[in-house]
């Protein structure tokens, strides 16, 4: 059976929280809420390796669960989330509007009730539609039934995944409640500025996914000197930038086991300093002072796992996307790194 693992997160109560909400016609926002701003994705996680996985991120602080209809795994989070005896008014679950389910007001309320009922949860915290309807026609009464679902309590947040520019942009013409997320592939080769500012246009929160890069930059040698300078892994690296382009961030990480519980860990405490690019110092076994502490074991080549099952399935999606290099923030950034070292 295929192992699956979790990046490790100190155990602290719902981490750092990122507002929401749903910009209306007159400039106001409506149905806020909060997000905590790192989590877990459970794609590619089935069966008991999914539950178990959510069960050991729930015992290590995640407050975050990402899934979707399409993962075919709801029922196992849902499983995960009442073993781990943690209230539900803790955790924070997203789930997704299958693409080909979004054809309509009445489908799109009706999938959201069995998304529910799978999950085995009265509510859901945040509802997306998985990705722009194919047909054009369908794309206003697919967004008016999940702007029900908002209205009438199923859902506490609704928002979409990978929508471009022009997507959200069209949305202005037809929707009562603008999307409070826009969730989308980003991390430090594929930046995508223009479409994290569309989205923030609109009222909505960037939320990246896959911000390892699917497993393939971690031995980037730009990625592997600047992990070396600070202490941290290459994993950390590249989750801190995306979290300090203000993006939610939810890696499907993983290790292979769990390490012996004497063995030394390292903290990576994130410090943002007012009109400077932000820095990284490394501490050992500090507490948590009000920013994200990431704490991962200090093998970071186990750190991807499962990666040769998605390059075999997937890789075909990715292959254009790995030309993207790092540009200005990074090189501020290890400018930042060297300044704080001397």
């Known amino acids: 059976m295929r192992e ?29 809420s909060e997000i ?6 459970v794609f590619l996680a089935n069966g008991p390796d999914c539950k178990q996985a959510v069960l050991w991120a729930l015992d290590a602080g995640y407050r975050h669960i990402d899934t979707a209809r399409a993962y075919e795994n709801e029922k196992q989070v849902g499983e995960a989330i009442v073993e781990s005896g943690i209230d539900r008014s803790e955790i924070f679950v997203t789930s997704k509007l299958r693409r080909f389910h979004a054809v309509g007001h009445e489908e799109t309320v009706h999938r959201c009730n069995e998304s529910l009922e799978n ?3 009265e509510y859901l915290d945040l509802f997306l539609v998985h990705a722009p309807p194919k047909d054009p026609y369908h794309r206003k009464p697919t967004w008016q039934g999940m702007e029900e679902c908002l209205e009438t309590g199923l859902v506490r947040a609704i928002g ?49 996914y896959s911000p390892l890069a699917r497993g393939k930059k971690l031995d980037d040698p730009v990625l592997q000197k600047i992990a070396n300078k600070i202490g941290a892994s ?31 860990k390292i903290d990576v405490k994130v410090e943002k300093k007012e009109e400077k690019p932000e820095s990284i110092q ?15 074991q200090k ?17 075909h999606h990715s292959s254009r996307r790995s030309n993207h290099w790092w540009i200005s923030p990074i090189e501020n950034w290890k400018q930042s790194i060297t300044k704080n070292k001397n």
């Open 160 to 208: 979409v995944s990978n929508y471009g520019a022009h997507h959200l942009d069209h949305m202005r013409s037809y929707a009562q409640y603008l999307p409070s997320v826009n969730q989308f592939e980003v991390h430090p080769w594929l930046q995508r500025p223009g479409l994290r500012a569309a989205t923030e246009a609109i009222g909505a929160v960037p939320e990246a």
């Open 36 to 41: 905590p701003q790192f989590g877990l994705g």
């Open 4 to 32: 699956l693992h979790v990046l490790f997160l100190q155990p602290i109560p719902m981490g750092p929280l990122l507002s929401l909400g749903h910009l209306t016609a007159d400039g106001s926002k409506s149905f806020e």
């Open 299 to 315: 093998k970071p080549n186990m750190l991807i796992g499962s990666i040769s099952t998605y390059k075999n399935k997937y890789s």
């Open 119 to 121: 999950l085995g949860l």
């Open 234 to 264: 290459p994993a950390q690296v590249a989750i801190k930038w995306c979290i300090d382009q203000g993006c939610i961030t939810i890696p499907r990480s993983t290790k292979p086991n769990m390490q012996e519980p004497d063995e030394e």
């Open 282 to 296: 490394i501490k050992k076994k500090k507490q948590y002072l009000g920013v994200l502490i990431l704490v991962l």
